[in-house]
T-cell receptor, first 115, second 113 residues
């Protein structure tokens, strides 16, 4: 079984400041890793994913995350945030192979960007 | 261009009155999922279909059932809603069990009076 820990439940930052949302996972097998974003009263949207290959993955809106196998982490970063980035962010994992249909989510981090 | 569509977006029902939430998809994905998400919590998987093969999570209450009449549609039936069932219900799809990610709809927010 796998688990996901998002260390910060809330992260307030000022506009144009950098931000890091932390995610650590635990699993006995290899995993796929995801970040989802949820805006108020909406569903989850995939922000970025790590399946294999380069450990640094990027999204189209300036977020990036780096898979660190030794530290079992997949932290999300953005060098300069906008007001519109205010949302809940969920880190999730699924096991490679087998019955990996199931996503295990962290509890989420609420990012609030203030002017 | 919505690919996973949930109706209605907001649903109000009375305590104990059966309610059905619907989900449709235009992605032709063979896996469909239902999640329950309570305020400030992560989504919790209730069950999923792989084609017509139904898979229930061990801790999903018997009060929750699902139907998938065809590839495009999936329904969540709550037979006797209690106050604790008030939540956002999210539908998601994926192309294959072993291929992620999941694509989510915008959810149905269920309120119980």
């Amino acid at each position: 079984a796998q688990s996901v820990t998002q260390l910060d439940s809330q992260v307030p930052v000022f506009e144009e400041a950098p931000v890091e949302l932390r995610c650590n996972y635990s699993s006995s097998v290899s995993v796929y890793l995801f970040w989802y974003v949820q805006y108020p009263n909406q569903g989850l949207q995939l922000l970025l994913k790590y399946l294999s290959g380069s450990t640094l993955v990027e999204s189209i809106n300036g977020f990036e995350a780096e898979f660190n196998k030794s530290q079992t982490s997949f932290h999300l970063r953005k060098p300069s945030v906008h007001i519109s980035d205010t949302a809940e962010y969920f880190c999730a994992v699924s096991e490679v192979g087998g019955s990996n249909y199931k996503l295990t989510f962290g509890k989420g981090t609420l990012l609030t960007v203030n002017p | 261009d919505a690919m996973v569509i949930q109706n209605p977006r907001y649903q109000v029902t009375q305590f104990g009155k059966p309610v059905t939430l619907s989900c449709s998809q235009t992605l032709n994905h063979n896996v469909m999922y239902w999640y329950q998400q309570k305020s400030s919590q992560a989504p919790k998987l209730l069950f999923h279909y792989y084609d017509k093969d139904f898979n229930n999570e061990a801790d999903t209450p018997d009060n929750f059932q699902s139907r998938r009449p065809n590839t495009s549609f999936c329904f969540l039936d709550i037979r006797s809603p209690g106050l604790g069932d008030a939540a956002m219900y999210l539908c998601a799809t994926s192309g294959d069990r072993n291929v992620q990610p999941q694509h989510f709809g915008d959810g149905t927010r269920l309120s119980i009076l």
